[in-house]
């Protein structure tokens, strides 16, 4: 589903990041962010399989622009080099759990989860693990889960314990998360394969639990 060319275009940008070389290749850009918009919406139909409260969602809703904005940013270069979409209940400006994915040359991944919550968002959650941390348990030590994502990632985990919690609690490693994060990286031929999008599918499918656990514990 994705094509060479978008590809290349983002290769390409990567080496040419100004307004100029863009507006040159305006119809690259455009042919490329056409051919994300399709696999987005493609990935839609094997998500919504699954999970109906997908339903009514479109590559628009979910597709985030290429502009980067600079206005506070040291880094001035004008423009994103991937092409990114959260496919979110309630849209990409939604701050539920949902599927993050990223087309970019060598970088290219499915994600998902929650990244950085707000303060109360992040109080849910452990507030749930520490009611009961047995159902993520679960879901993490599932052998699919395991062998397609690995471990929750901890780049963004606490030296410390949160207050209001024992160091020596069960689920301390889980507590310790300010975000509840996994991934699964894909190669170019991965991303140019006829398959892609049925491997993103079963990625999603098997990721499903994990946001349910996520966001029951902030309904």
């Given at each position: 589903?994705?094509e ?19 507006d040159k ?13 399709e696999?987005i ?11 109906k ?6 590559s ?11 206005r506070?940013?040291?880094d ?16 990409k400006?939604?701050?539920k ?23 109360d ?15 993520l348990?679960?879901?993490?030590d599932?052998k699919d ?5 690995g ?13 209001g919690?024992?160091k ?13 994060i996994?991934w699964?990286k ?8 006829k398959?892609?999008v049925?491997g ?10 994990f ?9």
């Amino acid at each position: 589903m994705i094509e060479k060319h978008t590809l290349d275009f983002l290769t390409k940008i990567k080496k040419n990041n100004n307004r100029d070389w863009f507006d040159k290749n305006k119809e690259k850009y455009l042919a490329a962010k056409d051919n994300v918009s399709e696999m987005i919406d493609a990935l839609l139909k094997e998500i919504t399989a699954f999970d109906k409260r997908y339903a009514g969602l479109t590559s628009k809703d979910c597709l985030f622009r290429i502009y980067r904005d600079i206005r506070f940013a040291k880094d001035k270069r004008p423009y994103k080099t991937n092409m990114g979409a959260s496919i979110t209940i309630g849209g990409k400006k939604s701050t539920k759990a949902g599927y993050y994915i990223h087309i970019e040359p060598g970088e290219s991944f499915l994600a998902g989860g929650v990244w950085q919550p707000e303060a109360d968002a992040l109080k849910k959650i452990r507030e749930e693990l520490d009611y009961n941390g047995k159902p993520l348990h679960k879901i993490s030590d599932n052998k699919d889960f395991k062998k397609y994502f690995g471990e929750l990632d901890k780049s963004y985990q606490l030296k410390t314990t949160p207050k209001g919690y024992d160091k020596e609690h069960p689920d301390i490693e889980f507590l310790r998360l300010n975000s509840f994060i996994v991934w699964h990286k894909f190669n170019d031929k991965d991303v140019l394969s006829k398959n892609f999008v049925k491997g993103l599918g079963k990625g999603a499918k098997i990721m499903k639990p994990f946001l349910d656990f996520l966001n029951q514990a902030n309904d």
